[in-house]
């Protein structure tokens, strides 16, 4: 499958909200839950534009985002990974692509490690970032508090760059 990972711009920024729209519906594999706050969202993406220590890539087949990476310095955490892609394109390369592009970033900006958090059952990521480098370091059993009250914990990691 052919696709390029490069550098968001404004213009992606519909189809990154529908895409975010797209996964949240799935209710399994990210935080956001459908009815989330778009317009932060969009604050969030035109601050990391600007901002030097911040990255927002996307995956582009043909000519839309089908995958979207982020990273930014949380105070708790370091810096941290955020990122999702189309249920039509897991597994074809692209999670493994975001990921290289976020490391050779990183590393050019002097980022010593990089954090992520994933739920326990999120099976296909857990793989996908054990193979790229990242290291269990925490479970938490009673993180998120999902709409339907469900309480789900995450297992944060880490990767030495």
């Not at 989330?36 to 969202?41: A, G, H, N, P, S």
């Not at 087949?61 to 941290?80: F, H, K, S, Y």
């Not at 050779?104 to 010593?112: N, S, T």
């Amino acid at each position: 499958m052919d696709f390029l990972i490069r550098d968001a711009t404004e213009s992606d920024f519909e189809a990154l909200l529908a895409l975010f729209d797209e996964v949240a519906a799935e209710r399994i594999y990210i935080g956001t839950q459908p009815g989330f706050d778009r317009e932060l969202y969009r604050s969030g993406w035109s601050d990391a534009l600007v901002d030097p220590d911040r990255l927002l890539l996307v995956a582009i087949v043909g000519d839309a985002p089908v995958g979207t990476l982020g990273i930014r310095e949380r105070r708790d955490l370091g810096a941290g990974i955020g990122m999702l892609v189309s249920s039509d394109y897991r597994k074809v390369g692209i999670g493994s692509a975001l990921l290289d592009a976020a490391f050779a970033w990183a590393r050019g900006r002097g980022f010593e490690e990089l954090t992520l958090s994933v739920f326990p059952h999120n099976l296909a990521a857990l793989a996908l970032y054990r193979s790229a480098g990242f290291v269990e370091v925490e479970r938490i059993e009673r993180a998120v508090t999902r709409q339907s009250g469900e309480v789900w914990g995450i297992i944060r990691m880490r990767k030495h760059l």
